[in-house]
């Protein structure tokens, strides 16, 4: 009995990986980290854990929403974005919080990553399904995900529609364009799809939406992926962005579109600590000079976008500096 004691211990400490400095550079170690009171305390769940002990140890409660944060490429959970998404869901204390971890393929060629979403979507569904064998009803998962990430999401989405399962929300963060956007013009214009390079899309949930920072330009998407489809300051350039001003713009253009690209998730930070509406947006008809042909209708971009609105494109300004909110 004793000798059946101490192996259960060990397995269980095994799973519970604590927070450490070290970088897991492993294929097999995609896994969840779930947070409890403050970004850096969380246990992780791997393929070879139970998520009971986690439960129980406070770390999920069966009762709240979960919201499921993916990284994007070259990210993992000491990036920025990480800190900052899980601290502002952190701050609402009315959601699980756990942040999707597959920092071990975020780092290698981008265009061999975008080959292995289909296996890191699996492996995500595979731990959302251990959660609903723990009784945990995952319609209640509501996925955020950037760059990458985002195209991830979509598929968690599109293979748990497999199993019956549709997800209520997605929210996508400047969705990932480079090796994207064709297979999204194909399937949009001529009704042609691929497993290879599937983009998000408003099939993948019950409502999906984006926020588009750097449209079209080296890293962010130029396709309308959602039911609504927020393009702020036009969706290419922000202007908080010292590097996009005039005289540094060709000089430093990667750093410019990089700049706009974490934008996406600055902008969704705020609004997911803001106890109310912020970033009011206005649909737009077409996204050519599209702050010229709004029509009125209004939403809020961020977490409180509001699913009834209706959908579209939506055209938005937001300030230099923090807070971005007008």
């Known amino acids: 009995m004793k000798l ?10 095994s799973c519970l990986v604590e927070s450490t400095d070290s970088h897991e550079s492993s294929h097999e170690s995609i896994h969840f980290k779930l947070t409890r009171t403050n970004y850096s305390d969380y246990k992780s769940l791997t393929k070879d854990c ?6 129980k140890m406070g770390y999920f409660t069966r009762a709240l929403p979960t919201a499921l944060i993916i990284h994007g490429y070259e990210a993992d959970y000491k990036s920025e974005m990480a800190k900052e998404l899980v601290k502002a869901f952190v701050s609402r204390q009315d959601h699980n919080v ?28 595979y731990l959302l399904n251990k959660m609903m064998d723990d009784g945990y009803d995952l319609t209640q998962v509501y996925i955020i995900g950037h760059s990458l990430g985002a195209h991830i999401a979509g598929r968690v989405g599109n293979l748990l529609q497999h199993q019956n399962i549709t997800l209520p929300r997605i929210t996508g963060l400047d969705p990932a364009g480079p090796l994207f956007d064709y297979p999204a013009i194909k399937k949009k214009m001529f009704k042609i799809s691929s497993s290879d390079h599937t983009p998000l899309s408003k099939d993948d949930a019950k409502f999906v939406d984006i926020i588009h920072t750097n449209a079209g330009l080296y890293r962010g998407s130029f396709i309308s992926h959602g039911h609504q489809d927020f393009w702020p300051n036009c969706g290419v350039f922000q202007p908080h962005c010292d590097e996009c001003k005039i005289s540094k713009i060709f000089k430093d253009y990667k750093d410019c579109s990089m700049c706009s690209h974490i934008a996406s998730w600055r902008y969704y930070a705020e609004s997911v600590r803001s106890t109310v509406p912020i970033f009011e947006a206005e ?12 029509n009125g209708d209004k939403t809020s971009m961020g977490f ?22 007008k």
């Open 4 to 13: 059946l004691i101490i192996l259960l211990l060990f397995v269980i400490k």
């Open 50 to 55: 139970a998520i009971r002990p986690i439960r």
């Open 98 to 125: 756990i942040f999707a971890d597959w920092s071990a393929y975020a780092f290698d060629d981008y265009s061999e990553i975008t080959h292995e979403i289909d296996h890191i979507a699996s492996v995500f569904v």
């Open 283 to 294: 649909r737009c008809h077409t996204k050519i000079l599209m702050r010229f042909f709004c």
């Open 304 to 325: 409180h976008a509001n699913e009834n609105a209706k959908n579209g494109d939506y055209y938005i300004e937001t300030n230099d500096s923090p807070p971005y909110s």
